[in-house]
């Protein structure tokens, strides 16, 4: 039996055994044992609650390190669209993906465009009506892992979709090899730079059989200080964005469910909040829905551990920039 590869850990030397995590912990994976915490392997969901919650920023999310792309020779950059949010009085998301290549990438494919694929799959899906309703969304892997661990009768209603990360990473890579045909698949790394440590731990894990497509994953505040510097606001960006406002929505709790274009829809965000709905779902409580979308992040993926700005001020933000797509 494979073990699951976490991406939430411990730095026992700053933890004083508060007990502040262990409140919040919506899976209780953790214990305090000899004055330290620790987490419970089998039942961590990697959700990331517990370094938003410590006062002692005793937990940290793993991640890749950027350097680790030169060894690739064809370096891919997959943006979540929740970088976009981090950046003040943007009005183009070129500045952005224009600093990526800057940064070294020889190619960018924005994870926007993988959920405008997705969001197409899913309404041809719902129109075809052969999935258990309501259906859940199987975007958000902490959502996927909750179910299975606490709400396994609800395994049925999950979305047999793959996330807009990996969409866009089976993508690009087919792109990059249509476009270059004396690259290799191995010579191509491709970087998704998340907003939280669930997508890491899903690029580590898969799923039965499958391996992700990702490569490496970064972390958007790693990326962020980094861009700061080479996005030169003064110079027209050269056009590289193929998105839309669907894609950039996703970012924001509710911007998957809008884009079925169907108005039987719950949308929820938040550990706890999801824990409800999902309790009140499997109890039968909830009726007459076709699409239900949770994020385990406040205020959906822009509520992420790995992200720098304020999940509020990041969706007014992507709010603004959807009137420019």
Not at 15 to 44: F, Q, W, Y
Not at 104 to 126: H, K, N, P, W
Request: aromatic share 8%; charged share 20%.
């Amino acid at each position: 039996m494979n073990t699951y590869k976490h991406s939430v850990f411990l730095d026992v030397g700053k933890c004083n055994g508060c007990t502040t995590c262990l409140k919040h912990c919506p899976t209780e994976a953790i214990r305090v044992k000899n004055g330290k915490a620790m987490i419970i392997s089998d039942r961590c969901i990697d959700c990331g609650e517990c370094i938003r919650v410590c006062p002692h920023h005793a937990k940290y999310a793993s991640r890749d390190s950027i350097e680790q792309l030169e060894s690739f020779k064809y370096k891919i950059a997959l943006p979540a669209p929740t970088l976009y949010g981090q950046f003040d009085n943007l009005d183009d998301v070129d500045y952005v993906l224009n600093g990526l290549l800057k940064l070294g990438f020889d190619d960018v494919f924005e994870v926007a465009r993988g959920a405008e694929y997705v969001s197409a799959a899913t309404r041809q899906i719902l129109a075809e009506g052969k999935c258990k309703k309501p259906v859940i969304s199987s975007a958000c892997p902490v959502i996927a892992r909750l179910i299975a661990l606490r709400f396994p009768y609800l395994k049925d209603n999950l979305l047999p979709l793959l996330p807009p990360m990996e969409v866009a990473a089976m993508t690009a890579r087919k792109r990059a090899l249509e476009k270059h045909p004396q690259l290799k698949p191995q010579d191509i790394g491709i970087c998704f730079i998340s907003p939280c440590p669930a997508k890491t731990s899903y690029v580590k894990n898969g799923f039965g059989d499958y391996k992700s497509n990702i490569d490496m994953v970064v972390s958007i505040s790693d990326v962020y200080f980094m861009l700061i510097n080479l996005m030169r606001r003064e110079m027209t960006p050269t056009p590289v964005s193929r998105s839309g406002m669907i894609g950039i929505s996703w970012a924001t709790s509710g911007g998957e469910s809008s884009a079925i274009f169907n108005d039987k829809y719950l949308a929820a965000d938040g550990i706890e909040n999801v824990n409800r709905v999902l309790d009140q779902l499997e109890n039968g409580n909830i009726s007459s829905l076709e699409f239900i979308e949770l994020n385990a992040c406040p205020g959906g993926c822009v509520g992420g551990a790995m992200t720098v700005e304020n999940p509020f001020i990041a969706k007014a933000r992507l709010q603004t920039l959807r009137r420019y797509l």
